[in-house]
Each structure stands twice: as C-alpha cells, then as structure tokens.
C-alpha cells in the first residue's frame, strides 16, 4: 500500500478544498504556498515536482545541502511559474513535516508584504540576484541566506517596512567582495574589526546598488544604518 502523501506547491497559495482542518495552521504560517494532499485540484496545468519521504528526513545522513540544491534547482528551471514538493510519510507525521521542510525552503517561497509587492521591489530582486554568480558555491550559500533572512523578517513580522526588508537581503552583500571564493573572517586578528568593517563596507555597497534599483535616498540611509 503505498504511504500518505501531502503536495507542497511553490508560487500558489492556500489550502485546497477539502482539506484537513491540520493542515490550515501550514497555510497561516506560509501563505505563499499551496497546501494539500496527493492529487488535489492544483489546476489543469503540469507542475514539476521533487518528492521527499519522511525517512529520509529523518535519518541521521541525510544531505541537506543536496536537498537544498535539488529545490534550487527547480525553482531556477521553472521561471517564475509553480513547481511543487511532494512528501511521503505517516498520515500523523506530514504536517509536521511539512513545517520543518517548509522553514527550510522558505527562501523560495517568496512571501510579500505591502511594502515590497510592488514592481520597485522586483527591481531590487532582480539586481540582488544578478549581483551574486550563483556558480560559486559559497555565493550561491551567501544568495541563499539572504533569501532566507528576508522571509525570517516576514515571517516574525508581516508588517516590516521596507527598509529592514531591504537590509535583510543586502546585509551580507560586502562577502562578494572579501568571501566570494573563501572564508577569511574565521582568521581575523580583531574579529569584532573585521565585522565592523564587513558593515560599514556593506553598507555602502547596499546603498549603491538600491540606488540603481530606483530606491529612493531617504530609503537607502535607513538602509546603511540598519547594515551598518
């Protein structure tokens, strides 16, 4: 018999219906994506989907950064359109799985709020991406956190402005100067000084790169002063 499944699909939201009352909690917290079971009416429309079973999650040996490059990989190969996760378990056990998979992907779940949903916002995705060469490994990490630290800041608070949104993606942007290749902060003889100056530095890498995107120079300040 084959196990329980439940579909996570990226760039959709909500919960299909019929869904159980357990799963509502999973479209409160991540309302960007669509929550539902196995062969729920996701549309007519052929979504590509990695599948993960609860075991392997599990296991003391799973590859979590080889999980991470599978999802960013679909993501990058659909462009904007929805692609989906597919998790196999207990039936009791998916929700909770789905939460702690989904904290771990929320850098792709691209959740917005009313200050950055708008086309100036896209603006500053798409120079925050074209700034960092994905084919550095630990660009690509630094890319990723970013992402992350942005969705953290929605997540704790829906009505963060647009400056700390801003700030979380561009924080650590001065690593793509100093770290692109390897790390050096771990060898620093005053490491509180090398972090100082690693903000100050980002800082003003931040504000000339919102400037390009459009942002606005009050905006860009508030930004400098939360990086610095």
């Excluded at 909500?14 to 799963?23: C, D, R, V």
């Excluded at 009416?41 to 609860?54: D, K």
């Excluded at 929320?106 to 086309?119: I, K, T, V, Y």
């Amino acid at each position: 018999m084959p196990s329980p499944s439940l579909e996570v699909v990226f760039r959709r939201r909500g919960t299909p219906l019929g869904a159980a009352e357990e799963l509502r909690p999973l479209a409160v917290e991540f309302p960007t994506v669509q929550i539902g079971p196995s062969r729920s009416p996701f549309g007519e429309e052929e979504i590509p989907f990695c599948t993960l079973e609860a075991v392997e999650w599990e296991h003391p040996t799973f590859g979590f950064y080889e999980f991470d490059a599978r999802m960013n990989d679909l993501a990058e190969r659909t462009d904007g359109h929805p692609f989906g996760l597919r998790l196999l378990g207990p039936a009791e056990r998916l929700p909770s799985l789905a939460f702690e998979v989904l904290t771990r992907c929320q850098r792709l779940a691209d959740r917005r709020n009313h200050e950055s949903c708008g086309p100036e916002f896209d603006r500053v995705l798409r120079c925050h991406r074209e700034l960092h060469n994905l084919a550095k490994p630990l660009v690509r990490a630094d890319h990723s956190h970013t992402l992350d630290t942005w969705q953290w800041v929605l997540r704790l608070n829906r009505g963060a402005g647009l400056a700390v949104q801003l700030a979380a993606l561009f924080h650590d942007i001065e690593r793509l100067v100093s770290e692109a290749d390897v790390r050096v902060e771990h060898q620093a003889p005053i490491y509180q000084s090398f972090k100082d100056d690693h903000a100050r530095r980002g800082a003003a890498m931040a504000v000339e790169a919102l400037a390009e995107a459009g942002i606005d120079e009050p905006a860009c300040r508030r930004v400098a002063r939360l990086i610095g």
